[in-house]
C-alpha cells in the first residue's frame, strides 16, 4: 500500500471516532448527520500535502525505521494538521466571500448551510483536540504539541487579521500595500502552518527537543512557505480553476498579493491610476483591466524569476542546517513537492 492510500484509509476511522464522542454527548440524529456531512465536505479532497508531509518527515527522522504503531500515530497527526487547514479554509471562505473550493461549491454556499459554517469551523478546531488527546495523552511530547498547534493556529490567526486590516474587500487603499508588508502577512498567515507545523509535529514525536534544531527548520521552512504562497497568488491569477480547484478571486478581494504589490512597483501613473480605479471591485471588466496591465507589466516573467532565485535561496539555507540537528532530506521533500507546482 503506498503513503497516500495508507494515509487517506485512516480518515473513515477518525471520523468516526469522533461522531462517536459526538453521540456521548446525546445528541440528535439530525446533529449528527450534519456534522458528519460537514466533515465528509470540508476535510478530505485537497492535495493533503500537509498531512503527508508530517509522515514523509518522521519516516525521514527515523532513519526508514518507524513502527506501524508510529506511521499510525504520524498518520493522525498529518490529519490533525488537515483539519487545522479545514478550519482555517471553512472560516477563510466566508471571509473572502469565496465561490469553489476543491472543485466544490465552499461549504458555506451549500443549500442550507450559510453563516452556520462558522460554527462548523469551530467544530473542526476542536476536533483536533480530540485526536490529541486520544493517541498521545500518554506520550512525553503530549504537552509540546498541544502547544504547537495553540501556537500555530494564533499565529495563523493573526496572519489573517494583518490580511484583513490591510486590504479590506470594500475599500482599496494602495498606501497600506507594500512587498514587506505582504511578506510579514504570508510569514504568519501561511508559512508557520503550512509548512513549520508539519515538520515540527514529526520533530516532536521524534523526540528532539533541541531549541536549536526547531529554529533551524524555521530557517528554512518560513522562507519556503513564503515562496509557496507566492506561487498560491500567482496560481489564483494564471492557474487553471479546472487543475486548482478553485475560481481565483483575488483581485476582486482586493488581496494584498505578490502580483499587486509588483505591478505597484513597476507601474507608471497612468497604470497605477487604472489598478486604483479597477481592483478591489467585483465585476469582470475591472477584473480584465487589471490583468491587462499585469500582462504589460509582464508580471509572469517576474515570477518566474522569483520562483527560479527562491528555491537557490531555499536550496542556500538547506545547506547550512546542522544534518545533526535535522536531516536534509526533511526539507528537500517539501522543495520537490512545490518547485514549479501548477496546483
Request: hydrophobic share 40%.
Amino acid at each position: 500500500m503506498d503513503r497516500r492510500t495508507a494515509f487517506n484509509e485512516l480518515f473513515d476511522k477518525l471520523q468516526a471516532e469522533f461522531i462517536d464522542e459526538i453521540r456521548t454527548y446525546q445528541m440528535p440524529d439530525d446533529a449528527i448527520d450534519w456534522i458528519t456531512r460537514m466533515i465528509n465536505h470540508t476535510v478530505p479532497g485537497g492535495k493533503m500535502n500537509r498531512g503527508l508531509s508530517v509522515v514523509d518527515s518522521f519516516l525521514v527522522l527515523s532513519g526508514g525505521k518507524a513502527t506501524e504503531d508510529e506511521l499510525v500515530k504520524a498518520r493522525v497527526l498529518g490529519w490533525c494538521v488537515e483539519w487545522l487547514q479545514a478550519f482555517f479554509l471553512v472560516a477563510d471562505d466566508i471571509m473572502d466571500q469565496s465561490i469553489t473550493r476543491r472543485n466544490k461549491p465552499c461549504w458555506y454556499r451549500v443549500e442550507g448551510v450559510g453563516p452556520t459554517a462558522i460554527n462548523d469551523s469551530f467544530i473542526l478546531e476542536s476536533a483536533i483536540y480530540f485526536y490529541l488527546k486520544k493517541y498521545f495523552r500518554q506520550e512525553p511530547y503530549y504537552v509540546d504539541l498541544l502547544e504547537l498547534f495553540h501556537e500555530v493556529t494564533l499565529q495563523t490567526e493573526i496572519g489573517q487579521l494583518l490580511d484583513l486590516i490591510t486590504a479590506p474587500e470594500d475599500h482599496v487603499d494602495f498606501t497600506k500595500f507594500s512587498l514587506d508588508k505582504y511578506k510579514k502577512i504570508v510569514l504568519y498567515k501561511t508559512a508557520f502552518y503550512s509548512f513549520y507545523l508539519p515538520v515540527a509535529s514529526a520533530m516532536r514525536m521524534s523526540g528532539i527537543t533541541s531549541e536549536t534544531a526547531y529554529q533551524q527548520a524555521k530557517s528554512v521552512l518560513l522562507p519556503l512557505g513564503e515562496y509557496f504562497q507566492t506561487q498560491d497568488d500567482y496560481l489564483d491569477c494564471y492557474g487553471d480553476p479546472e487543475v486548482i480547484g478553485k475560481i481565483g478571486t483575488d483581485i476582486e478581494d482586493n488581496k494584498c498579493s505578490w502580483l499587486i504589490n509588483k505591478a505597484l512597483e513597476k507601474a507608471s501613473p497612468e497604470q497605477r491610476k487604472l489598478l486604483e480605479e479597477n481592483y478591489g471591485k467585483k465585476n469582470a471588466d475591472s477584473v480584465a483591466v487589471v490583468k491587462q496591465i499585469y500582462k504589460d507589466l509582464k508580471l509572469e516573467e517576474s515570477y518566474k524569476a522569483y520562483e527560479e532565485e527562491s528555491y537557490a535561496l531555499v536550496r542556500k539555507l538547506i545547506d547550512q542546517v546542522d544534518e545533526k540537528q535535522v536531516k536534509h532530506d526533511v526539507f528537500i521533500a517539501f522543495v520537490d513537492k512545490i518547485y514549479k507546482r501548477t496546483k
